[in-house]
């Protein structure tokens, strides 16, 4: 099939390299030219993966392109995705302006049938409003389809080649059709496609979003509770994990949510049932856990130097908001550093993938480190705050070597209590017994 991508960020790039490589031919759209010029020369604006040997096949063998002029990447494609930014506007909710200003540049290009499919997070109602944006301005027939996506950063090829379920949202046998041809080679070990209406499809996105986000939150809660009461959540996360109906998946008690999505979706459908006179009272305690959560670490060194931390050297270890990612939108080790620069400490870090994207956003206020060790030189104590497999099992003695004191907070709880007792370090994680 002949398909274009408007929008080539973390999901338009995955799902056009993804459709690429069953065979369609897919040109991706961005407004962004440098972006553009970089991916015609090659190179991949993110870093994802496994994205790379799909990409550089895909454009050899010509079913990969990109350009910037929509005009040009839509003329012959028989389906065209949105895969644009829906950031929270200023009162929380989802702006739709990327969405709804595409879907009028579309309209006015057009000249025969397609299909509009919407990959974006988007309120329930979206698609209605892509249909009339598109009645408004062109007499062509169009069928605007709810496809939500769920693959997460990190895992984004894998998560869109071998999806859990495929979610279409559609009441036209036509767009439902192509739909299920594009989408068969994906679902062949026997993963359904479920398909339903626009708005349920729409809800489906923010619903299973908000639940991992509450899953999160809620063992975030019991692993501050775990502390108080003296229980280790590693212990109670496994014994309730392995019930089915709960199941073992996020249950990983942290440093608080972070990254693109979750908080952004969490609010957004808080909003969206506000709008609706619905109070969603369960988001907006895990909203507020979740902002608490974001400083359990400092507050964890805080209370260790007793509320000064002026002149204190920290290394921190991880930047993106999770593994396996350079993303740092809406990091934990973001908070963190501007907790620590607050209090006129000095930060130093180390990140595999996603020291380019801090530099840009913070320059020299903090330092760079070329290796995870570097980055403990002469350092008072060491912070985690991102669970880079790297970080799972270092050289300690490496380490005592170039810590000044061993100590070490870790908000994704690495490293075992035995092991940290028996090399002498005070290690405060999360959940757990303090150990010294
Ligand atoms: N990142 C994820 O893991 C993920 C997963 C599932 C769903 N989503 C949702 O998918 C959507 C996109 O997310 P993302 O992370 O890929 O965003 P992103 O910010 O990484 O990428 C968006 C891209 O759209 C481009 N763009 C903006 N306006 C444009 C226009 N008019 N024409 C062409 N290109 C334009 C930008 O330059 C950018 O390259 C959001 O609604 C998000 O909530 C994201
Ligand atoms: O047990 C866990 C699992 C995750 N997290 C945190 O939760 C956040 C999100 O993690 P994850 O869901 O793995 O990353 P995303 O790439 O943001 O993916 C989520 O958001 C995407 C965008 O909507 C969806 O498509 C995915 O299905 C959904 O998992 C990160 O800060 C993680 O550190 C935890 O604290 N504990």
Redesign the pocket.
């Given at each position: 099939m002949k398909i274009a991508v408007i929008g080539t960020g973390y999901v338009g790039l995955v799902t056009g390299t993804c459709l690429a490589e069953t065979g369609n031919n897919v040109i991706c759209v961005d407004i962004v030219e440098e972006k553009v010029n970089k991916m015609k020369a090659g190179q991949l604006p993110i870093y994802e993966p496994g994205l790379d040997v799909l990409f550089h096949r895909n454009i050899a063998q010509g079913r990969l392109s990109f350009t910037t002029n929509l005009a040009e990447g839509i003329e012959d494609a028989q389906i065209i995705f949105m895969a644009l930014p829906t950031p929270p506007g200023g009162d929380g909710a989802a702006d739709l302006s990327y969405i709804l200003g595409a879907a009028k540049d579309i309209s006015k290009l057009i000249t025969e049938y397609k299909v509009i499919v919407n990959k974006s997070?988007v309120p329930v109602g979206t698609a209605d409003k892509v249909a009339a944006v598109f009645k408004e301005h062109t007499n062509i027939e169009v069928d605007v389809v709810s496809n939500p996506?769920?693959?997460?950063?990190?895992v984004a090829v894998d998560d869109f080649m071998k999806p859990d379920r495929v979610v279409i949202g559609t009441g036209s046998e036509k767009a439902k059709k192509l739909m299920g041809e594009l989408y068969a080679p994906y679902v062949r070990q026997g993963n359904p496609i479920y398909y339903m209406d626009e708005r349920s499809s729409e809800l489906t996105k923010y619903a299973?979003?908000s639940f991992?986000a509450t899953k999160?939150t809620f063992m975030n809660e019991v692993a501050n509770l775990c502390e108080i009461v003296g229980a280790d959540v590693d212990a109670v996360r496994k014994g309730i994990g392995s019930d089915d109906r709960i199941g073992k998946r996020?249950?990983?008690p942290?440093i608080g949510?972070?990254?693109?999505?979750?908080p952004k979706?969490v609010q957004a459908l808080e909003k969206a049932a506000v709008e609706h006179k619905y109070d969603f009272k369960i988001l907006k305690a895990v909203m507020d856990v979740n902002e608490k959560q974001k400083t359990v670490l400092t507050d964890k060194v805080l209370k260790y130097y007793k509320g000064d931390v002026k002149g204190k050297k920290f290394a921190l270890w991880g930047l993106a908001?999770?593994p396996e990612t350079d993303d740092i939108r809406e990091a934990?080790a973001l908070y963190i550093i501007n907790d620590l620069l607050a209090g006129g400490a000095e930060v130093t870090v180390f990140d595999p993938e996603a020291m380019g994207n801090v530099r840009a956003l913070l320059g020299d206020k903090i330092g760079y480190a070329k290796d995870q060790y570097e980055a403990l030189e002469g350092a008072d104590a060491l912070l985690i705050a991102t669970e880079w497999s790297v970080f799972r099992n270092p050289d300690f003695e490496k380490m005592e070597e170039v810590l000044k004191n061993k100590v070490v907070f870790d908000g994704r709880n690495l490293f075992d209590l035995q092991k940290m007792i028996d090399l002498g370090y005070y290690y405060n994680s999360i959940g757990r017994k303090i150990v010294s």
């Open positions: 997070t996506e769920f693959l997460r950063e990190g299973a979003n991992l999160i996020f249950l990983f942290g949510y972070g990254g693109s999505c979750f979706d908001f999770k934990p």
